[in-house]
């Protein structure tokens, strides 16, 4: 296990290096998004060349070092951001999250896709791009494959947000105040790094909004985990691997609680800020490490039995975003 473990570590810290390039900085790429792509690159060249043995390693990554990370994300947040942005800010997350998450269930059963990779873009296109994908993974338990393509329709459209919204913004198409232009950006932009680079781009005001709403998205993780783990607990078949029966015990995410309580207690503010930035570098890091041994299970051929239906998928969820988002920041923002 170690000798797998050691090298997904390897795999990471090159992702963090390419990642602190300007010219990838500048596209701000996390150096998740890095190691999804370096684990698919040995996947698909020396993965057979090596060592079954070094294959529980690689597991353990994708599997337990995931659930750690996604608990430590919870010191990315505070319950004081909710309130900071007021009350028109959350009902619009609310309404985006829950109408992308069912809407692209429902898109995904009229293309006839893969049932999980339907769930994890749209999980993923609503949330918070490949960090919910790996939450929604993790309660779900599909095939590696299916989470690299849901990553990888997020990663696209998420990119092309981050490029369109500054460009429709400063050309007077959008025609939205600055907190409101804050909020559409925070609300509907896939990736939390992808929210901050337009931000960015746009102003302090537009910047600050957009992050605070796009956090807000991310603690919703907490409640569709719970949603999925009760629905897995009520459809799933029992198999040899110990699945549970139709009607069985729920599965609760423990991780997705110990999620919430992290960010009850950075809520209280008792550890130095640069604390919480050291535990941020590190869990980004983490992820990064779960997102390299999921591309290592995912070779081009599984990529191309997937098809064009995911990123259809994605498209359409894309444009729901952009036209549902402006329209509540429109009209939902003056009315709070």
Known sequence: MLHGVLLITLFSCAAFYIGDINMVRSLSLSPMIIGIILGMLYANSLRNNLPETWVPGIIFCSKRILRIGIILYGFRLTFQDVTAVGLSAVCIDAIIVTTTICGGIMVGRLLRMDRDIALLTSVGSG?????????AESAIKTKPYKTAVAVATVVIFGTSAMFIYPALYRSGVIDLSPEAMGIFTGSTIHEVAHAVGAGNAMGPVESNSAIIVKMIRVMMLVPVLLVLSY???????????????????ISIPWFAIL?????????????????????NTFDTFLLTMAMTALGAETSIEKFKNAGLKPFILAFILFLWLMTSGYLMAKFLVPMF
């Open 127 to 135: 949330i918070c791009g490949a960090a919910a994908v790996l939450g």
């Open 231 to 249: 629905s897995m607990a009520r459809t799933a078949v029992k198999t040899a691997t110990g699945k549970q029966k139709a009607g069985g015990n």
């Open 259 to 279: 999620f919430l309580v992290v960010i009850g207690f950075n809520s209280l503010d008792l550890i130095p800020k640069n604390l919480v930035d050291f535990i």
